[in-house]
Nanobody, 123 residues
């Protein structure tokens, strides 16, 4: 059974950086596209970033382009989200997701999800 475990969240001041990690187990990591989504209190979950199986193709929501970078290390079965120049609007629970189909990550319909890690940006 595929399992995803996020780590790296925390409290950071506006303008700071964090790197989230998503550890994958229970399957062949390189078969799956991986994404990050987030949900702030009182708001719907939203797509943040996704990366295809080999890491050659990525996509981002407009508000994080140029600040966030998604990457993966298939040898370590881990995906990452480097977040720079954080703002209070980035405060949310961040979830890692995995699916055979890349497009499902953008729509929130991925098969596998982690438990989430909280990111809080103080202004």
């Amino acid at each position: 059974q595929v399992q995803l475990v996020e780590s790296g969240g925390g409290l950071v001041q506006a303008g700071g950086s964090l790197r989230l990690s998503c550890a994958f187990s229970g399957g062949t990591f390189s078969r799956y596209a991986v994404g990050w989504l987030r949900q702030a209190p009182g708001k719907e979950r939203e797509f943040v970033a996704a990366i295809k199986w080999g890491g050659g193709a990525t996509s981002y929501r407009d508000s994080v382009k140029g600040r966030f970078t998604i990457s993966r290390d298939n040898a370590k079965n881990t995906a990452y989200l480097q977040m720079n120049t954080l703002t209070a609007e980035d405060t949310a629970a961040y979830y890692c997701a995995a699916d055979d189909y890349y497009d499902r990550l953008r729509t929130g319909g991925a098969d596998y999800w982690g438990q989430g890690t909280q990111v809080t940006v103080s202004s």
